[in-house]
């Protein structure tokens, strides 16, 4: 067994023994299930929910906002970060914007948002473009800063245009701290546009969560909550091994 | 065209816009001959690079003129010039093969013409059984093999190498030296190699030419007399000590110069 093999045998082991004693501990009554209900509840009211249609709006409604402010993040941060990485005065101002940018919760602007944009989904996508940019923004700038010179100078000799010097130096050059960007950002918008649901929306999984919060309807809670999360690391885990992929080969020696 | 000047410099003067105001090369003026392996030795910081940047192409003299095969040079890389670099210029996210077909993506040959000059540039390197390997997975001299198929795989007129051996140890440069003489005899390019090891530039040339401290001059030029199908085991010709003796005598002072000290 590999050692990589290894870690991940213990994180599910873990995950799996926590996931075990929270469904002994509800069964056996040491956990009130007005608290937290037993995993296996989850899994169902999970099913039933999915099964009945009843979250079908919602899905539709969340995933298809975390997409667009997941798209519109990675064009304007990769485009923000290679104009910051161009024009070294923008960079002097912008760096230590970037650094505590993630230090201000945006969540705090949803209110503003919804004034300025009205109810649906226009000030969601907002939300999760301002969660996710800064991400692809710094991971753009760490991506052409780590270029090397000499592969500018071989697309010079190769007398590359700039837009062959772009997708075949640049880009792939590049590729791997954008990938680890859009990681982040399809997190970030993710977190973004279901806690704006959840804070103030009317629609989506982040508002259906927060209803069944306050309906005192725990089963359902946990239900959309798992869904949530499976969703999340699902997407997250894809991501993952793709990005594993890509630095193996690059780094296999 | 043997015998006639492949490469021309004259008076090439290369200035960095300060303040201060850098002279980092010249006046220099040199032909190179059509075919010939010329190195350039010289103390650290002298404008080696710089000189070679300028007959790239890469870099645009401040004054005087460059021309290769009869025609100026203004700033751009001409066709017919292969460069290899100092620094490991491999792509990561390619494979050798790749990496090698890299400079004929260009080139308009049909599939099979690339196919079959790759292949070549790879067996001719020595690197036919890592063909699907990543840089990562070679050592550093296979690495700057690769970077030299690369080149090789264009036909270029002139190779310039700046310094490509210099992150290897001594035994691994000498072999990859006897595989430049091979590739220099075989495809019959003019070389220009920029070293710092005198004795790498004594084994391999025909003419060595020394340079001062910056900004770089020619202050001496040495004619090896090396026949055409030399190897490595010239290190052991009495000539070879003779040789590298009157390289480092004529740079000796020059290099005591760059250290701040008097000869």
Redo the contacts between chains.
Sequence with gaps: MTRRHAALFVRIAILTSLVALLEIGCRLGFIDTLTVIAPSDMVASMADQIRSGDLDASIVTTFSTILIAFALAVVLGTALGALIHRFARLRDVADPLLASYYSVPTFIFYPLLVALLGLGKAPLVVLGILSATPAVVISTLSGLDSVAPVLMKLARVHRLTPARTLTWIVLPAVMPHLFTGFKLALSYALIGVIAGEFILSGTGLGYAISYAYQSFDNRAMYGVMLFVLLVAVTANGILYVWEGRLARRRSRG | MSGEAQVSLSEVVRRYDGPPVVQALGPISLDIKCGEFFSIVGPSGCGKSTLLDVV?G?VRPSSGSVRFEGKELHG??P?G???V?Q???S????SVRDNVA??L??SGLSKQEAATRVDHAISFMGLSQFAGH?P??LSGGMRQRVCIARTLVLKPRLILLDEPFGALDQQTRLLMGDELLRLWRETGATVLLITHALDEAAMLSDRVGVMSARPGRFIDMVETGWPRDRDSRVISDAQFGALTARLWSSLRAESLKTLGRAA
């Design positions: 790239a890469l751009e890389v066709d010039i292969g460069v670099f620094e490991d210029s792509m990561p996210w390619l890299f400079g993506r260009t990543y990562a997975q």
